[in-house]
């Protein structure tokens, strides 16, 4: 069973940066596509980009609002994937969710417990 821990959330102001971690266990980690999603109270949980990787190629999306400041990225040989975010913005204030997809290639079934970004003004 896949395990995921994420790490890096924290305060910062506004305009500044943070970078997230999410360690996975597991000795397929690399066939699996990964993505962070996030949380504020009082919304619906939100994807803000996902990596996956095909013949040799990876494929990345971003959520419009997030797209130029932040960047997904992952090191298959640290089974670590991170996501980069600057120029932070108060509405980016939330909890980070770090999710894999093991089973099939678009259902993400695994899910770390969180990590709490708060962006002040």
């Known amino acids: 069973q896949v395990q995921l821990v994420e790490s890096g959330g924290g305060l910062v102001q506004a305009g500044g940066s943070l970078r997230l971690s999410c360690a996975a266990s597991g000795r397929t980690f690399s066939s699996y596509a990964m993505a962070w999603f996030r949380q504020a109270p009082g919304t619906e949980r939100e994807r803000v980009a996902h990596?996956?990787?095909?013949?040799?190629?990876?494929?990345?999306y971003y959520k419009y609002s997030v797209q130029g400041r932040f960047t997904i990225s992952r090191d298959n040989a640290k089974n670590t994937v991170y996501l980069q975010m600057n120029n932070l913005k108060p509405e980016d204030t939330a909890v980070y969710y770090c999710?894999?997809?093991?089973?099939?290639?678009?259902?993400?079934?695994?899910w770390g417990q969180g990590t709490q970004v708060t962006v002040s003004s």
């Open positions: 990596i996956t990787w095909s013949s040799g190629n990876t494929y990345t």
């Open positions: 999710a894999a997809a093991t089973t099939t290639a678009t259902t993400y079934d695994v």
